[in-house]
């Protein structure tokens, strides 16, 4: 079953601008961890964040958890037309002896030059 | 680092041929590979979990015996569909983590996906 929903489904912008994309989920999570997907390829790990952190940076990323509202949100800064990819985000819980990630939907994003 | 290569990267075959992947971890031992399935502009299934020299962990509504999981050594995982048909045409993905020492909250590694289309 879906997990993470993301928001916006589909985001357009101009190269140089802020992209900011939401994840909500709905169960109690070990951690919250965003991947890049360029399309017809694998997914790229971009970022885990800990159910006990509450921000987190790298590089032009910037990743926020509010485990109170089981949301996080990822914001790219100075975006670049390479961004242009699908993002999802993917909660980390147990099951068992492992722990699994479930998807959520993905967010298109499309930076034009 | 944490490189995984998946091969192969298409794979084009007739209704009732036997098709396997291998997904290989190069530059770490993967104690736990995972297999997905991802439809066209949708999200990613999980299909099964592996844990090296153990048998795999199905999720719900996918089929063991035509799923065929093998996690052999740390550095390698196969998936063989079984008497592929069109249904199970799709886009399969491997990912590898690194658990050992029971270390919690490591991300996954994924392989570059195999393209299957059954004719």
């Known amino acids: 079953s879906q997990q993470g929903e993301e928001d916006p489904q589909a985001l357009s912008i101009q190269e140089g601008e802020n992209a900011t994309m939401n994840c909500s989920y709905k169960t109690s999570i070990n951690n919250l961890q965003w991947y890049r997907q360029n399309s017809g390829r694998g997914l790229v790990h971009l970022i885990l964040?800990?159910?006990?952190?509450r921000e987190k940076h790298s590089g032009r990323l910037r990743v926020t958890l509010d485990t109170s509202k089981k949301s996080s949100s990822l914001l790219i800064t100075a975006s670049r037309a390479a961004d242009t990819a699908s993002y999802f985000c993917?909660?980390?819980?147990?099951?068992?002896?492992?722990?699994?990630?479930?998807f959520g939907k993905g967010i298109t994003l499309s930076v034009r030059p | 680092g944490a490189v995984v290569s998946q091969h192969p990267s298409r794979v084009i075959c007739k209704s009732g041929t036997s098709v396997k992947i291998e997904c290989r971890s190069l530059?770490?031992?993967?104690?736990?590979m995972f297999w997905y399935r991802q439809f066209p502009k949708q999200s990613l299934m999980l299909m099964a979990t592996?844990?090296?020299?153990?048998?795999?962990?199905?999720e719900q509504g996918v089929e063991k015996d035509k799923f065929l999981i093998n996690h052999a050594s740390l550095t390698l995982s196969t998936l063989t569909v079984t008497s592929a048909h069109p249904e199970d045409s799709s886009f399969y993905i491997c990912?590898?983590?690194?658990?050992?020492?029971?270390?919690?909250?490591?991300?996954?590694?994924f392989g570059d996906g195999t393209r299957l289309s059954i004719l």
């Open positions: 592996s844990n090296e020299g153990s048998k795999a962990t199905y």
């Open positions: 993917a909660t980390d819980t147990y099951t068992g002896a492992n722990s699994k990630l479930t």
């Open positions: 964040i800990r159910s006990n952190e």
């Open positions: 990912s590898a983590r690194d658990d050992r020492g029971g270390r919690a909250n490591q991300p996954q590694h």
């Open positions: 530059d770490f031992q993967a104690t736990t």
